[in-house]
């Protein structure tokens, strides 16, 4: 079974610092890779996502993220986050048309 | 255009009450999943349709939660005899056939007392 690891419950930062919030998951094959962003009280926005091809995947609002298969790792990064990116962000895994197995999110604080 | 809409935004049930909540996709989408998200968790896979088909409802907690999709549009949710375990989010996606984005509704909070 799929399963979605994210190593940080809550990171909180500094306004125009860089940012990575860490996933990791575990699957036995392959993989479709997503992040979502959810701003209270909202549904979830799509930040980017990893179907195949280049393992650098660039995404909304300066976000991009790293597919590495041999860590089964999928690092979200932004070089510099703005008080507009504070927000709950989750990693999620699927295998073709199916389910989404999500992480337990990443709370993200932007400090001015 | 339009995206995936939930009604009610918000819905209050006494225990044992029964409850019905509604999903409308993006038009001309043929997926639609159903995820139920409890406080300071990641959403939950309930249940998937393909069209009118319910392809997998491998995550439905119990008999007591029942999801249609009777013309391959509009989806509902209903949960009978509502218990406290019960109250959480529940969101709606709907996406085209493949691997490719879901794309959410804002979801209904259902508060079971």
């Known amino acids: 079974a799929q399963s979605v690891t994210q190593l940080d419950s809550q990171v909180p930062v500094f306004e125009e610092a860089p940012v990575e919030l860490r996933c990791n998951y575990s699957?036995?094959?392959?993989?479709?890779l997503f992040w979502y962003v959810q701003y209270p009280n909202q549904g979830l926005q799509l930040l980017l996502k990893?179907?195949?091809?280049?393992?650098l995947v660039k995404g909304i609002n300066g976000f991009e993220a790293e597919f590495n298969k041999s860590q089964t790792s999928f690092h979200l990064r932004k070089p510099s986050v703005h008080i507009s990116d504070t927000a709950e962000y989750f990693c999620?895994?699927?295998?073709?048309?199916?389910?989404?197995?999500f992480g337990q999110g990443t709370r993200l604080t932007i400090n001015p | 255009g339009a995206g995936v809409s939930q009604s009610p935004r918000y819905k209050v049930a006494k225990r044992g009450q029964d409850v019905a909540l509604r999903c409308d996709p993006i038009s001309g989408h043929v997926s639609l999943f159903w995820y139920q998200q409890a406080l300071g968790q990641g959403p939950e896979f309930l249940t998937y349709?393909?069209?009118?088909?319910?392809?997998?409802k491998s995550g439905l907690p119990s008999d007591r939660f029942f999801a249609e999709r009777p013309e391959g549009s509009v989806s509902t949710l209903k949960i009978q005899r509502t218990q406290q375990e019960d109250s959480a989010v529940y969101l709606c996606?709907?996406?085209?056939?493949?691997?490719?984005?879901?794309?959410f509704g804002p979801g209904t909070r259902l508060t079971v007392l």
């Open positions: 990893y179907l195949s091809g280049s393992t």
């Open positions: 699957s036995s094959v392959s993989v479709y």
């Open positions: 996606a709907s996406g085209l056939a493949g691997p490719d984005t879901q794309y």
């Open positions: 349709f393909q069209n009118e088909a319910q392809l997998d």
């Open positions: 999620a895994v699927s295998q073709g048309a199916q389910k989404l197995v």
